[in-house]
């Protein structure tokens, strides 16, 4: 008997409550990879052995926004100490602007096939997170992903209209020699599955044996790196066997800034986490009585305005930064653009700051430790070139580089691109409060800042703080809300200057998850009613 309902229709409203638990908690944007990562802490893993057994498990079961060529961020906090991992890859070698200017790209980087390819960051911070703080055998984390992709799993509503999109997007391409893979690999049938469709992805389970059996060294110095530098060679790449084979994820400190009596804590650059830290800084200079009202709406607006004005101007890999972080988040810095907001939407603009500055998840187990960890390819599938016979899918995070030579973000050889990808994390008193995140390209500081503000300032509970309607900036005045806003913030909005528009499409607002902990160690999490995702408890 097939099913006679439609999963992507909803006639009515739902709610979702907190979870609660004391052993361990993953919270994430698809159920199976959820209860994947569960399933290791009940095995004996830590929250470290869970989020990356979740990862790997949604390059499988959520493959329309990460995959097996992505790069990851990670924020661990273990024994009452904050780490950052940067697990995105930089340029090959051979990628430079009078390439992609060869193939017809010169005012702008594109999205799809080679050009478009960085060397992928997420198996090597895999391996590395799992050197310093995993506990069980590393092929152990791979098995459910392994076990979905060879016996199959039914697909997900939200993960259904991407895969759609996806079909959509590449067939414009089915002819060029490097993305025409990607239908063998995710469309076999010709089309998108179907939601509740068995899907089983034989490459993608090939290619996860041969990184659990090499502690992900294939990709980089092995199997997978020959035969990914032999493709690009015959289809017109820049990969090479020697920018895998130099790559490495990286270490930092991460980045943190004072709001309320609590430290929000971000990536450092070449993310732009500071531009959530930026936001937040000119907020803390206003008093916030009421959620709900245009007034806060307004300068949310155009805080967040005015740090992507500077964030899109100044980040770049922190090599190649005229501007230092701590220049950027100066209380100084932050009075004067506090300053410029005033009753009217302004258009923003870059100021002079040298004044001196996805998929995501979380987990937690009951010794304390957690994790905030996202994973992306960028785009959808990522750039569409797929290796044949390993499905394995390319990120497209080259797109994210400047083709002006002024730019610090401009496009060079092994250097790092703007990255939109960023995992939170929230203390107080030097102890965990907890890991947060909202997944969505540019509307990730965007949900940070709201996610936090209805958190601290607005006292809601995980949930209620991801439910909230949300706003999005896209561009000079103009804004894009929720149609659950009410009209009379719409209406403010607009009398003060915002070019508004309302949407009922709820995907492009981010999608997000959350886990707090209390002073007895009891964990309360949230996941997004936007997606498709689960709090998987212990």
């Known amino acids: 008997m097939e099913f006679q309902f439609n999963g992507q229709n909803y006639s009515y409203g739902s709610r979702r409550r907190v979870v609660y638990a004391k052993r361990g908690m993953v919270c994430t944007s698809q159920p ?49 100490k904050l780490y950052g991992l940067n697990g995105s890859g930089y340029a090959p070698q051979n990628l430079t602007a009078a390439a992609v200017a060869a193939h017809g790209y010169t005012e702008k980087m594109p999205f799809f096939g080679w050009c478009a390819v960085t060397v992928p960051g997420a198996a090597a911070a895999w391996a590395e997170l799992h050197k310093r703080f995993g506990r069980l055998p590393f092929a152990q984390l791979f098995e459910p992903a392994i076990s979905y992709a060879e016996d199959g799993y039914p697909v997900s509503p939200i993960v259904a209209r991407f895969w759609q999109a996806g079909v959509e997007k590449f067939t414009p391409y089915k002819g060029d020699a490097a993305i025409a893979p990607w239908f063998a ?62 790559y490495h994820a990286e270490w930092q400190e991460p980045l943190h800034i004072n709001y309320r009596g609590y430290e929000v804590w971000e990536m450092p650059p070449n993310g732009h986490g500071v531009t959530a830290l930026m936001a937040l800084n000119i907020l803390k200079g206003f008093e916030f009585a009421d959620r709900d009202c245009g007034a806060t709406f307004h300068k949310q607006i155009e805080a967040m305005k005015l740090a992507f004005a500077d964030g899109m101007k100044y980040i ?64 959808d599938f990522g750039s569409g070139v797929v290796l044949p016979g390993y499905g394995f899918n390319f990120n497209c995070r080259a797109a994210g580089f400047s083709l002006d030579p002024q730019s610090d973000d401009y496009l060079q050889p092994r250097k790092k691109p703007y990255h939109t990808i960023i995992p939170g994390f929230l203390t107080k008193d030097g102890r965990a409060v907890g890991p947060f995140g909202v997944m969505g390209a540019y509307m990730q ?45 719409v209406d403010e909005l607009r009398r003060r200057g915002h070019e508004v528009a309302v949407t009922g499409d709820y995907t492009s607002f981010g999608r997000g998850e959350i886990i707090w902990r209390d002073d007895a160690g009891v964990l309360a999490g949230a996941t997004e009613p936007r997606a498709d995702g689960t709090v998987a408890a212990w």
């Open 316 to 379: 770049a890999d922190p090599r190649y930064m005229k501007v230092k972080t701590e220049e950027l988040l100066s209380e100084e810095y932050t009075a004067q653009r506090r300053a410029l907001i005033g009753e009217q939407a302004l258009l923003p603009k870059a100021g002079k700051p040298f004044c001196g500055g996805t998929v995501y998840l979380c987990t937690a187990d009951g010794e304390g430790n957690m994790v905030s960890f996202i994973q992306s390819n960028y785009k």
């Open 32 to 80: 199976l990879a959820a209860q994947a990562g569960l399933q290791i802490l009940q095995r004996g893993g830590n929250a470290i052995d869970a989020a990356i057994a979740t990862a790997i498990c949604q390059t499988v079961t959520e493959p329309t926004n990460n995959g097996l060529g992505s790069d990851c961020f990670a924020l661990v906090w273990v024994k009452d």
């Open 445 to 489: 500081p965007q949900g940070h800042v709201q996610v936090i503000m209805n958190t601290v300032d607005f006292l809601l509970n995980p949930q209620a703080a991801l439910d909230a309607p949300r706003w999005q900036w896209l561009e000079g005045k103009k804004i894009l809300l929720e149609d659950r806003v009410p009209q009379d913030i």
């Open 185 to 246: 690999a995710f469309a076999p049938q010709g089309r998108a599955p179907k939601t509740g469709e068995i899907v089983r992805l034989p490459g993608h389970a090939k290619t996860l044996r041969l990184l659990a059996e090499s502690y992900c060294e294939s990709l980089y110095r092995g199997e997978l790196a020959r035969e990914i530098a032999a493709f690009s060679e015959r289809t017109g790449g820049f990969l090479t066997a020697a920018d895998l084979a130099d």
